[in-house]
């Protein structure tokens, strides 16, 4: 049996209606990423399902209880769904050991001494045990996640949501925060995530839903969503076609920032590490060690080098374009790049890629 | 750390209240100092003492044929500024001691371009303005004791004072530098003021008249305006009262008519008054206010009978019953004398003098611990009860916002907060209970309670605020109700922000009840008055006072610091209260 059950979902605010109609189920034990663009309803919807917003119709069932009668216990039935959020809203008058420990204590009737064993307990879990006499303050952004995670297990409750856990985070705390989750995923618990980490979601979850103004257009397992998505919405989104463009009109061009103009759009466009390494590699190889000194040798002052990267599937592939044709005014030949099997450069370029073409000047690979 | 900075906290306060105290020594001694003399044979015997202190003080100019000081010479350094000054000291003080010196104005019509300073409620101007041409209503400057017109016409704010004839020879016996102008204004006439159509009018008059025809009216003018102290007292109120108790108001700041010798309410205009009482059967209570206010307690209903130097007027009688004259005397004009403007008493004695006049002389050091104790009292329960009502109002609001009890406070606060204090005060002693007989501390208190009420619970209602909404959904999200969000979860951190807040508004609080003298509450600030309306001394009681509410409220504010450092997270190893780490 499903253990959340929504039916025509709807919210108004007065000056928009983030939620128009929303129909879902979740299974016990189901890992759910809520995917879609910025301000289609995604966290309202999470919001809507603790009562932390009233709808303004529908129904929501939590684990037997409509969460919109009049009568329904709220803080029992949110004592079953824990919260995380985006700015991590850990108590600042408390030590990190009391966050945790407050809702148990007052709420479950715990010891205090049991209560803190067991904050020193799920610290652990997420690799902060040390951190138990701290104050927020004294913590990173990804620590305070990880803190209000644990602050949410405490009360052992049946479903965690997370709303946008990450999106605080700076990129490398993003994965400590991340890691954690996969733990809890990998564990059974009941997760709704709202997130804009493609990889998390395809990896973690069991089932993916993209909304998409105020509606949630389709649900699916990970594979079905980023793969081959029923809704021409959900195509859209997942294959949103991003590219990187620069060129180069001087022999002597700025080299470090080409590079870092590339790592910066890579990083934005959540491109896997291994394809954005395999991108890297191969404009430097190509461009340092073949392109400028053919073009020095032959005394080609302006290359007119242009790239085009552009990424698809949510990161798990990368298409190249170098255009070169000035090289075939003064007889170079671009096909001394691959041809040359002794050559270092040729083959790191049939290392990271498979398919290679040259055609009137124009490098085309792909990568991943 | 912490100790270090508590210390220097305490070092300042210590260095503000010397500073203070040097300006207490400089405004005492300064120009105005001709205030000192209390009479004249105090003068004369201590006149010797007084040139050697002040020799001292400027370091050892030798007096003529004085062998002691000539030893002094080469330690200090003669000033040759100072040598006239000693010169003159010298010469002028024989002269200011005869009375005679030549006044500044000898005539009324000297002061038409002048400002003449009067007791507010009396009736000098509406007197001047009839009789006399060239006069305005800008030629007047009205003040609430004689103490302070004296204080005016000695350091010049003012140039003549308009008072009766007893106050104004008592005045000018008490300070120097100021003399009477030999022909009265016009001739005055005390009575007594009651309510409209009372009962009791013909009856005091009755007694009035006995009086007059036995010479006990005589006897007792001659007892009040001699120059004998000792001789001024008063009865003790012993007799039997079968037809109940009298309310007498009264302003404790006209010697000889009505003022206080320590704290019994005595003079003429009272001895006269409770010798009647008697006659008629009625004991007396009297409430001590400003002689501004005094026609306004009869009105109210607060007291039955005002009893103050109050000249007989048609103007008066359509108001009040005003009885027949206990009192004929004048209205005169007291102005400066020509020159004189040294003092005749060293720095210290000087000091001394007045430090023994306004804490020492009948006890009035108790007067001026029970205006303390007064001030204290109000600024502290009305503190304590309105950061309990802010509170309440905070409550009140987070019911719902934009509610009625929010719409209500709301009212509350702007209209406290668009009203002076001193008028909320008056409308509530005098209007909303003008009718019930309330003493002026309970309404103080009540006054100040809400005030602070409504200005701590907007501070209240401002941290709460302040604290970020996602704190109240992690608290519901866990699974707390309302309250225990806002109990364990909003309230501690806003408390942070506001509890200094509140404290340090306890400072704000203590000064902002000196006014309560304008509801005939003698607080701190009202005994001042008396004290300089008995002492006839214009300025030291004034920075006495001053030193005191300094005092008490820079010790407030270094416990205010102390308590606001407690709130701040404690360094060293962290505990949780009930567990074993």
């Known amino acids: ?368 | 750390m912490a100790f270090a900075s508590q210390a220097r906290g305490l070092k300042v306060t210590i260095l503000f209240a010397l500073l203070l105290a040097l300006l207490v020594a400089v405004g005492s001694t300064g120009f105005p100092t001709r205030a000192l003399a209390e009479s004249a044979d105090e003068q004369t015997a201590e006149g010797g003492e007084a040139t050697e202190a002040e020799q001292e003080a400027e370091g050892g100019e030798p007096a003529e044929g004085d062998e002691a000081a000539t030893d002094e010479e080469s330690e200090g350094e003669p000033a040759n500024a100072d040598e006239p000054t000693a010169g003159q000291t010298a010469t002028t003080q024989p002269t200011a001691t005869t009375g005679a010196t030549p006044l500044e104005y000898n005539n009324i019509d000297e002061l038409r371009d002048k400002k003449i300073g009067m007791l507010n409620g009396a009736v000098f101007d509406q007197l001047i303005l009839k009789n006399f041409e060239g006069f305005s209503q800008k030629s007047f400057k009205y003040f609430n004791s004689n103490a302070e017109i004296t204080g005016a016409l000695l350091t010049e704010k003012v140039d003549a004072m308009i008072t009766d004839l007893p106050i104004a020879q008592l005045t000018v016996n008490k300070n120097e530098g100021i003399g009477i102008m030999p022909d009265p204004l016009m001739e005055d006439h005390y009575g007594y003021v009651l309510e409209k159509d009372s009962d009791l009018t013909a009856q005091i008059n009755e007694r009035l008249a006995v009086y007059h025809d036995d010479g006990t009216i005589d006897r007792l003018t001659q007892k009040w305006l001699s120059a004998d102290d000792s001789a001024k007292t008063m009865p003790d109120m012993d007799w039997d009262a079968p037809n109940g108790t009298l309310t007498v108001a009264t302003s404790l700041d006209s010697e000889p008519m009505n003022y206080a010798v320590g704290d019994r309410p005595s003079g003429l205009c009272l001895e006269l008054l409770e010798l009647i009482a008697r006659d008629l059967g009625y004991g007396i209570e009297y409430r001590t206010t400003n002689a501004g206010s005094l026609i306004a307690e009869v009105q109210s209903g607060k007291a039955e009978i005002a009893a103050a130097s109050f000249s007989i007027t048609d103007e008066r009688k359509q108001q009040v019953d005003m009885t027949d004259p206990f009192y004929d005397g004048g209205v005169m004009v007291v102005v400066r004398t020509k020159g004189n403007t040294e003092s005749d008493q060293g720095f210290f004695s000087g000091l001394a003098n007045s430090f023994r006049r306004t804490f020492v002389e009948e006890d009035r050091w108790q007067l001026i611990l029970s205006g303390l104790g007064v001030t204290l009292l109000i600024s502290v329960v009305s503190g304590a009860l309105g950061h309990v009502l802010g509170f309440v109002f905070v409550m009140l609001r987070r019911k719902k916002e934009g509610g009625l009890a929010d719409k209500l406070v709301h009212l509350l606060e702007s209209l406290l907060g668009g009203l002076p204090v001193v008028v909320i005060l008056m409308v509530f002693y005098y209007v909303l209970f003008g009718s019930i007989n309330i003493p002026g501390v309970i309404v103080a208190i009540l006054v100040f309670t809400l005030l602070c009420g409504s200005s701590s619970g907007s501070i209240m209602w401002n941290a709460i605020r302040a604290v970020d909404v996602g704190q109240t959904e992690a608290g519901r999200a866990l699974g707390f109700g309302d309250r225990d969000t806002f109990t364990l979860v909003v309230l501690p951190q806003a408390a942070r922000q506001f509890v200094p807040l509140l404290l340090a508004q306890f400072v704000t609080l203590i000064k902002d009840t000196s006014i309560v003298g304008y509801i005939a509450v003698q607080d701190l600030t009202r005994v001042g008055d008396l004290i300089r309306s008995r002492t006839m001394e214009a300025f030291f009681p004034l920075i006495a006072i001053a030193v005191i509410y300094f005092a008490i409220c820079r010790l407030v504010a270094w416990l205010v610091g102390l308590a606001a450092k407690r709130l701040e997270p404690k360094e060293g190893p962290r505990t949780i209260k009930g567990v074993e780490l």
């Open chain 1, 1 to 368: 049996m499903s253990i959340i059950e929504v039916r025509h979902l709807r919210k108004e605010f007065p000056n928009v209606t983030p939620l128009k109609d929303v129909n879902a189920y979740v299974d016990a034990g189901e890992v759910i990423s809520i995917i879609g663009p910025s301000g289609t309803g995604k966290s309202t919807f999470l919001r809507c399902l603790n009562r932390l917003e009233t709808p303004t119709s529908g129904e929501i069932i939590v684990d037997g209880q409509d969460m919109c009668d009049p009568n329904v216990d709220l803080d029992a039935m949110r004592r079953k769904m824990g919260m995380v959020f985006q700015n991590f809203n850990l108590f600042d008058h408390l030590l990190v050991a009391e966050n945790i420990m407050l809702g148990p204590t007052r709420l479950l009737g715990m010891g205090t001494q049991e209560a803190y064993d067991l904050s020193l307990k799920l610290l652990a879990q997420v690799g902060l045990k040390d951190k138990a006499l701290n104050y927020p303050r004294e913590l990173s952004g990804g620590q305070k996640q990880r803190v209000a995670i644990a602050r949410g297990l405490a009360m052992s409750p049946k479903i965690l949501l997370f709303d946008e856990p990450t999106s605080a985070l700076d990129p490398q705390m993003v994965s400590e925060v991340l890691s954690v989750m996969k733990d809890l995923a990998a564990r059974g618990l009941t997760m709704l995530v709202v997130t804009h980490e493609m990889r998390f979601a395809r990896e973690a979850s069991s089932r993916v839903f993209y909304m998409d103004r105020g509606e949630l257009w389709e649900a699916g397992p990970p594979a079905q969503i980023f793969e081959h998505p029923q809704r021409q919405e959900t195509y859209d989104f997942i294959f949103r076609v991003r590219t990187w463009n620069w060129s180069i009109g001087d022999v002597d061009y700025d080299f470090p920032a080409m590079m870092a103009s590339l790592e910066a759009f890579c990083n934005r466009q959540l491109l896997e590490r291994r394809i954005a390494n395999g991108c890297q590699m191969l404009i430097e190889e190509v461009t340092e060690n073949y392109l400028i000194p053919t073009a020095r040798t032959h005394g080609l002052a302006d290359p007119g080098i242009e790239y085009a990267l552009s990424v698809s599937e949510g990161g798990a592939r990368a298409n190249l374009e170098i255009d070169c044709r000035r090289f075939a005014q003064v007889g170079a030949g671009l096909q001394d790049v691959v041809a040359q099997e002794d050559e270092i450069s040729g083959m790191l370029v049939r290392g990271i890629t498979s398919d290679v073409s040259i055609e009137d000047g124009i490098l085309r690979c792909t990568i991943g």
